[in-house]
């Protein structure tokens, strides 16, 4: 199994970036699927998760207005639309799988993790 992130990179404050997570040999639409970021110096932190079947989505309350995630099961992926991005926003972005249905808040409930996408919100 191997998830890639992708769609980080420098924006400046007030942009937008959407993340992509593929999946090859795991059909994601079966799979709690959520993201993570990691600042430096920081623990990783849960950002967004979403859901199987009726597609719940979670988002962490000082983001949750900023971003949208969704499935994309044509090409396997899971997307995180991140809007009007902040200094505060620059971390590495990971995406994570659980084999579940539901939304876990923490790392050790994920058994499947992508490389990460630096995301860098500067002007």
């Known amino acids: 199994v191997q998830l890639q992130a992708s769609g980080g990179g420098l924006v400046q404050p007030g942009g937008s970036l959407r993340l992509s997570c593929a999946a090859s040999?795991?059909?994601?639409?079966?799979?709690?699927s959520a993201w993570f970021r990691q600042a430096p110096g920081k623990e990783r932190e849960w950002v967004s998760c979403i859901t199987v079947g009726d597609e719940k989505t979670y988002y962490t309350d000082s983001l949750k207005d900023r971003l949208t995630i969704s499935r994309d099961n044509t090409n396997n992926a899971v997307n995180l639309q991140m809007n009007s991005l902040k200094p505060e926003d620059t971390a590495i972005y990971y995406c994570?799988?659980?084999?579940?249905?539901?939304?876990?808040?923490?790392?050790?409930?994920?058994?499947?993790w992508g490389r990460g996408t630096q995301v860098t919100v500067s002007s």
């Open positions: 994570a799988v659980s084999d579940s249905r539901g939304c876990f808040f923490d790392t050790g409930s994920y058994e499947f």
């Open positions: 040999r795991l059909p994601l639409k079966w799979y709690a």
